[in-house]
């Protein structure tokens, strides 16, 4: 059984940083490509990035593009969103999910486990 445990998030001003990590316990982390998810006050969840098993191929949402960096530590089990820039509509509990043997997707369907989710506040 895969475990997945998201910390990082917070209370930013916009404009501002956050980094948010997910530790990966209970399988090879090497065998499942990660993604991150949010959901913000009364809307669906929707996909932030991915990244590969290997972490050579990633994924980015149209609305992060170009503020935010998925990466992956194979040392520590973890993955990671670097996010610049933040926004109010960023605003959202942040999830990190798990799926097995995948390529990099978009579709929170595609993914077998799901971490408890972090949440980002961005003030104006």
């Known amino acids: 059984q895969v475990q997945l445990v998201e910390s990082g998030g917070g209370l930013v001003q916009a404009g501002g940083s956050l980094r948010l990590s997910c530790a990966f316990s209970g399988r090879t982390f090497s065998r499942y490509a990660m993604g991150w998810f949010r959901q913000g006050p009364e809307k669906e969840r929707e996909s932030v990035a991915a990244i590969s098993m290997s972490g050579g191929n990633t994924y980015y949402a149209d609305s992060v593009k170009g503020r935010v960096t998925i990466s992956r530590d194979y040392a520590k089990n973890a993955v990671y969103l670097q996010m610049n820039n933040l926004k109010p509509e960023d605003t959202a509990v942040y999830y990190c999910?798990?799926?097995?043997?995948?390529?990099?997707?978009?579709?929170?369907?595609?993914?077998?486990?799901w971490g408890q989710g972090t949440q980002v506040t961005v003030s104006s």
């Open positions: 999910a798990a799926d097995r043997g995948g390529s990099v997707s978009s579709r929170p369907g595609d993914y077998e486990y």
